[in-house]
């Protein structure tokens, strides 16, 4: 059977790769976030108290911090992840319902149409 539609797969292959690319790229940052705080966590709060900032909370610039963030950060991630990979799955849901669908009305149409005529048979007569 012909696939219709092909439009709608292609959109729903790119939510799917999209969804993918996110969660790549933000299991990469949630790392990089991980390793800057463990690194240099320290070394901020310590400019920010030098110049005259706000340093804010001590456990917000240093390891604990990092963990939270990274924390935060990789179920950002994966809700993230979630939500564009069901949007590809529902496009394709949809497709598929369409497509059961077609075939069921097409079964239901051959199933129920009158069978083809034939122009009744009459006895030959005999002499």
Same mark, same amino acid.
């Given at each position: 059977m012909e696939k219709k539609f092909r439009i709608?797969?292609? %959109?729903?292959? %790119?939510?799917? %790769?999209?969804? *993918?690319?996110a969660l790549a790229l933000g299991l990469l940052s949630s790392i990089g976030i991980l390793l800057a705080s463990v690194l240099g966590g320290g070394i901020l709060g310590q400019l920010g108290q030098q110049y005259g900032g706000t340093a804010g909370p001590a *456990?917000?610039?240093g390891l604990l911090g990092g963990i939270v963030l990274f924390i935060a950060s990789l179920i950002m991630t994966v809700? $993230?992840?979630?939500?564009? $990979?069901?949007v590809g799955e529902l496009i394709y849901l949809l497709l598929a319902i369409e497509e059961n669908t077609r075939l069921a009305a097409q079964w239901i149409q051959a199933?129920?149409?009158?069978?083809a005529y034939s122009p009744p048979s009459y006895p030959t007569p005999q002499a």
């Open positions: 709608l797969r292609l %959109i729903g292959t %790119i939510w799917k %790769i999209l969804a *993918w690319v *456990w917000a610039s809700l $993230y992840f979630l939500a564009l $990979y069901a199933r129920s149409a009158p069978a």
